[in-house]
């Protein structure tokens, strides 16, 4: 059974900087689309960034872009994603997502992880 291990999350202040990392166990899984979803407290689950196998496409919803930063090493078969400038706002559940699909829905992905928490205080 494939699961998505997440890494990273915790406590930040605004304007900080975390970065969250994502590896799937066995690593010899593989996904063509890999990315995050995050959802805060009272809110629906929100697509934040994906990314494909080559690193050659990258998508990001437009409340992150300019701050958040998705990349993958096929080596490590590991996804990160760079938080920086982080707002308050952008406290929630991060959860890794995986799909043979160019998603930006929850519904089109096929793999989760587990989440993991991050919070930015103002």
């Known amino acids: 059974q494939v699961q998505l291990v997440e890494s990273g999350g915790g406590l930040v202040q605004a304007g900080g900087s975390l970065r969250l990392s994502c590896a799937p166990s066995p690593r010899t899984f593989r996904s063509a689309q890999m990315g995050w979803f995050r959802q805060a407290p009272g809110k629906e689950r929100e697509f934040v960034a994906r990314?494909?196998?080559?690193?050659?496409?990258?998508d990001y919803t437009d409340s992150v872009k300019g701050r958040f930063t998705i990349s993958r090493d096929r080596a490590k078969n590991t996804v990160y994603l760079e938080m920086n400038s982080l707002k308050p706002e952008d406290t929630a559940v991060y959860s890794c997502?995986?799909?043979?699909?160019?998603?930006?829905?929850?519904?089109?992905?096929?793999?989760w992880g587990q989440g993991t928490q991050v919070t930015v205080s103002s």
């Open positions: 997502a995986a799909s043979s699909l160019v998603f930006t829905r929850a519904s089109m992905v096929g793999y």
């Open positions: 990314i494909n196998w080559s690193g050659g496409s990258i």
